[in-house]
């Protein structure tokens, strides 16, 4: 592989997406009588999808959502207890391989950027709490869309001046990350985290089950 930067989508690649918002939602869902072999996160991936249209934080989306979540399972939930939620989003956990693969990549020499439909504090208290080592990020607050809009990758090639050809982007999401890397002609890896099936009208580059196993192969 002969690329010089590599872009990341943060939650669900470096951070547990799916663990922490069963644990956080769906622990507060279950607080308040939801079944405890109900999960969640089906259900919020599709309603949060119908909620990045028009530009607005990520904070207001997370919020909205898991009122609507709420709502799918005739649960009342509280404004205080749905923006506690938005805002648990930076507590949520690496998964195991991230810290580590993120450093050995840079000492490789590898410029690390992360690309996240997530506002841009809430980002900056993840990478800090977390350890991530990285060069730079780009944000749906900086560029006022959402992935799979292609504006974050817009505004990582003018940013850091690199071409396609040198750069690839490692995701999980098929939807917000694989399928737009498809329509620009870039090089992607999907990172299959929790073992999902491919949609057969996608074609990721690569595909790893993690990390440690891109970093390998990173060669």
Same mark, same amino acid.
């Given at each position: 592989?002969?690329?010089?930067?590599?872009?990341? +989508?943060?939650?669900?690649?470096?951070?547990?997406?799916?663990?922490?918002?069963? @644990?956080? $939602?769906?622990?507060?869902?279950?607080?308040?009588?939801?079944?405890?072999?109900?999960?969640?996160? =089906?259900?919020?991936?599709? !309603?949060?999808?119908?909620?990045? *249209?028009?530009?607005?934080?990520?904070?207001?989306?997370?919020?909205?959502?898991? #009122?609507?979540?709420? +709502?799918?399972?005739? /649960? @009342? /939930?509280?404004?205080?207890?749905?923006?506690?939620? %938005?805002?648990? /989003?930076?507590?949520?956990?690496?998964?195991?391989?991230?810290?580590?693969?993120?450093?050995?990549?840079?000492?490789?020499?590898?410029?690390?950027?992360?690309?996240?439909?997530? +506002?841009?504090? $809430? $980002?900056?208290?993840?990478?800090?709490?977390?350890? &991530?080592?990285? +060069?730079?990020?780009?944000?749906?607050?900086?560029?006022? =869309?959402?992935?799979?809009?292609?504006?974050?990758?817009?505004?990582?090639?003018?940013?850091?001046?690199?071409?396609?050809?040198?750069?690839?982007?490692?995701?999980?999401?098929?939807?917000?990350?694989?399928?737009?890397?498809?329509? !620009? *002609?870039?090089?992607? %890896?999907?990172?299959?985290?929790?073992?999902?099936?491919?949609?057969?009208? #996608?074609?990721?580059?690569?595909?790893?089950?993690?990390?440690?196993? &891109? $970093?390998?192969?990173?060669?």
């Amino acid at each position: 592989m002969k690329f010089t930067h590599l872009t990341f +989508d943060c939650y669900g690649t470096l951070i547990d997406w799916r663990n922490g918002l069963e @644990s956080n $939602l769906g622990g507060l869902l279950k607080r308040k009588g939801l079944p405890r072999d109900e999960r969640v996160y =089906s259900i919020y991936v599709k !309603l949060e999808a119908e909620q990045e *249209g028009k530009y607005r934080p990520y904070k207001e989306i997370m919020h909205d959502t898991a #009122v609507s979540v709420a +709502d799918h399972f005739h /649960i @009342s /939930i509280t404004d205080e207890e749905a923006t506690q939620f %938005a805002e648990s /989003i930076s507590t949520w956990p690496p998964f195991p391989d991230t810290v580590a693969s993120l450093r050995k990549m840079g000492e490789r020499g590898f410029k690390r950027v992360i690309l996240s439909n997530i +506002d841009r504090d $809430l $980002l900056e208290k993840t990478v800090t709490q977390k350890s &991530l080592a990285i +060069d730079g990020h780009v944000t749906a607050e900086d560029v006022g =869309s959402y992935k799979p809009s292609t504006a974050h990758w817009m505004r990582f090639f003018e940013k850091y001046k690199v071409s396609k050809d040198k750069t690839l982007h490692v995701a999980q999401s098929i939807y917000h990350d694989i399928f737009p890397c498809n329509e !620009l *002609g870039l090089a992607c %890896a999907w990172i299959n985290r929790y073992g999902d099936v491919k949609p057969p009208e #996608v074609n990721p580059t690569f595909t790893y089950p993690n990390l440690s196993d &891109l $970093l390998t192969a990173l060669n």
